[in-house]
């Protein structure tokens, strides 16, 4: 499997970096894998005390790895995407380490989940979001679990059915991003270097206080969510909708 994560280690300093850039970072089942393993080896490591989870080229995510399907089975395919997906943000919230995001780019669909996980996201200025799926024809289904406990009511009530693209400042009023900077690499450097002065205790039970109410949640509704996932992107619509964004063209229901 070849890498398309990378992993240094900066002092107490754990930095993963999806590094995919020929399909935007989408969310293969070889980049899932391999933030899996980085966020195991930084947790196994005594003297790592954050992890920064960043990107290389002009987008962070661009959430699911539609043109992964080929030769697959849909149905197959979907239930282990679907699950796939689960597990990671749920590896995020219990990661004992605090995970900072660094976006200096454009997140799409389920990349949205990846941010909604980690406790802090910091936001180049020229970033841009959307929630794109309604748009090929699924939902934010099982991103919604670590999206709705950031993001407002109102808002998530309008990019969940919009798809609308929406800038870093509008994500830090809403609470998906924590702080938008001019140089994300400086703030995020800024905010390791205070975390890495917390004990590994100290880190691993405050970060528990604020995640326990999210996983409570998402512990009793990921399995339904990731089933309606999966039956989502085997529908007639989905299909149609995401050979529409392969070929380039609108969906059959847009006039």
Not at 54 to 81: I, Q
Not at 177 to 182: G, N
Request: proline share 4%.
């Amino acid at each position: 499997m070849s890498a398309v994560v990378t992993y240094d280690r900066d002092g107490a300093v754990a930095r993963l970096t999806l590094d995919s850039p020929h399909n935007r970072n989408a969310l293969s089942a070889a980049l899932v894998a391999q933030v899996h393993e980085g966020l195991e080896r930084a947790a196994a490591d005594p003297d790592i005390r954050v992890v920064v989870l960043g990107h290389t080229g002009g987008t962070f995510c661009a959430g699911a790895d539609l043109a992964e399907a080929a030769g697959r089975d849909p149905s197959e395919l979907a239930v282990d995407r679907a699950r796939e997906m689960t597990q990671l943000l749920r590896r995020i919230l219990t990661c004992p380490l605090p995970v900072i995001a660094a976006v200096d780019g454009h997140v799409r669909a389920g990349g949205l989940g990846l941010i909604g996980a980690c406790d802090i996201v910091v936001a180049g200025t020229a970033s841009t979001f959307a929630l794109t799926e309604a748009r090929i024809g699924v939902a934010p289904s099982i991103i919604s679990l670590t999206l709705l406990p950031k993001m407002t009511a109102r808002a998530a009530g309008r990019y969940f059915v919009t798809g609308e693209k929406f800038g870093a400042a509008e994500a830090a009023q809403m609470g998906l991003v924590t702080l938008a900077a001019a140089d994300v690499a400086a703030a995020v450097d800024d905010l390791a270097a205070a975390i890495a002065q917390g004990s590994p205790q100290g880190l691993a039970e405050s970060k528990a206080l604020t995640t326990a109410a999210i996983l409570d949640e998402f512990d009793r509704r990921a399995e339904a969510l990731t089933q309606r996932s999966a039956e989502l992107f085997v529908s007639d619509e989905a299909r149609e909708g995401i050979l529409a964004f392969l070929e380039k063209r609108k969906p059959r229901w847009v006039g």
